[in-house]
């Protein structure tokens, strides 16, 4: 039986984290399931975001269930106590380099965006993120300068090795697909940048089929808003694939709605599946998340780690049935809580 590490973390975490599971649970597929705290949780009960238990259960586990970490009680704490040390650490334990964040309109959610439903028409497309490298990973620390000011610092780097494997996700999930891939970077500044490039056009010739256009990312933010459906695979760095993820969603509708999938291989192998989103301390304990980003990484976790196709399709369809049934959360509008969201959706799951 394949065992799931249910890792459900704080403020709506463990909200949308219940829904993802019942869907799971739903599907009757003699799934086992193992939870453990981890970020804040389990700072308050052992002193450390990341346990040992639950990083070895994130290991030995088929496939990771995340919900999302953070707690502004934690933010005064040195770094590698805070709640985000955890989810960083699980990425980097497991070696989850590639995380695919699909951004996709659901047809019934055509006004929910900010943006004019002509605009988000047809979007359907997926950064792939590098996870476990740049600014992130790299030295970080304070000093004072040779003016005696305080300073900071985290060193941005990537080797080519790095970007090889994280550009050749990117390049077959593009093969595919649309076979359109856009590689972001900000190249014309960024020495890290440059070798980026470099390596994406040495790889490409083992791509012709697959039509290659690189983006600078203040570029990239602005297409992504005056006309988002152009795009089909975006590959990119740690930090810039984290910003221009929260910018997409919105043209999904709601950061609620998106989900990911950290992977260390090109299919599957105990991946981690979260919502992009975090923690949500504005709305936390008060039942008004959205869950569909969380069901919707229930969805990738069938598809990615447990090679089926059919209950993730059965997933999404069931989301995309309830929305068009008309059900909303407040983030969409509505007034759904968090539960009745996923009753709607675990109602269509047939
Ligand atoms: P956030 O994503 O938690 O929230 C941003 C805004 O979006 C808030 O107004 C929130 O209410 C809203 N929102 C987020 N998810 C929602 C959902 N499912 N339904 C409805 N509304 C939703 O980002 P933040 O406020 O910048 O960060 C809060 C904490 O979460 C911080 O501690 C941060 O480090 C952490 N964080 C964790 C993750 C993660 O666990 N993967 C991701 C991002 C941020
Ligand atoms: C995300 C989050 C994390 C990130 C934080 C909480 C470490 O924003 O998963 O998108 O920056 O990767
Ligand atoms: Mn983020």
Redesign the pocket.
């Known amino acids: 039986m394949p065992l799931i590490a249910v890792l459900p973390?704080d403020?709506?975490?463990p909200e949308?984290t219940r829904e993802a599971r019942r869907v799971l649970e739903a599907l009757a597929l003699g799934l086992d399931f193992e939870e453990a705290p981890v970020?804040g949780a389990a700072y308050l009960l052992t002193g450390r975001p990341l346990p040992e238990e639950t990083l070895a259960l994130a290991k030995k586990a088929d496939a990771v269930l995340?919900?999302?970490?953070?707690?502004?009680r934690f933010?005064a704490l040195e770094r590698r106590l805070r709640?985000?040390a955890a989810?960083l650490g699980i990425r980097r334990e497991l070696g989850l380099f590639a995380n695919l964040r699909p951004a996709t309109l659901f047809p019934a959610l055509a006004d929910a965006s900010p943006l004019k439903p002509e605009v988000v028409a047809g979007l359907d497309l997926v950064i792939v993120r590098e996870l476990v490298g740049d600014v992130y990973f790299g030295e970080k620390g304070r000093r004072h300068d040779a003016e005696g000011l305080r300073q900071g610092f985290d060193i941005m780097s990537y080797n080519e090795a790095e970007v090889e494997r994280i550009a050749r996700v990117g390049f077959e999930m593009a093969k595919r697909r649309k076979k359109k891939l856009c590689s972001v970077d900000k190249a014309n500044v960024l020495e890290t940048s440059q070798l980026w490039r470099d390596v994406v056009n040495e790889m490409a010739t083992e791509y012709p089929d697959v039509h290659l256009t690189h983006m600078y990312v203040d570029n990239a933010a602005m297409q992504l808003v005056r006309a988002p459906a152009a795009f089909d695979v975006i590959v990119t760095g740690n930090l810039f694939g984290d910003i221009l993820s929260?910018q997409a969603s919105m043209c999904a509708g709601?950061?609620?709605m998106l989900p990911s999938a950290s992977l260390c291989a090109w299919s599957g192998d105990n991946g981690m599946y979260?919502?992009?989103?975090?923690?949500?301390?504005?709305?936390a304990g008060q039942g008004?998340?959205?869950?569909c980003?969380a069901i919707l990484s229930a969805a990738m976790l069938l598809r990615h780690s447990l090679g089926n196709e059919e209950a993730a399709l059965k997933v999404e369809r069931a989301v995309g049935e309830a929305l068009a049934k008309g059900a909303r959360?407040?983030?969409l509008g509505g007034s759904m809580s968090t539960a009745e969201m996923g009753d709607a959706v675990l109602k269509e799951l047939v």
């Open positions: 973390g403020g709506i975490g949308v970020g995340f919900g999302a970490i953070g707690d502004p933010e709640p985000e989810l929260d709601s950061i609620g979260e919502p992009i989103h975090g923690s949500a301390p504005d709305i008004k998340a959205n869950p980003g959360t407040a983030d």
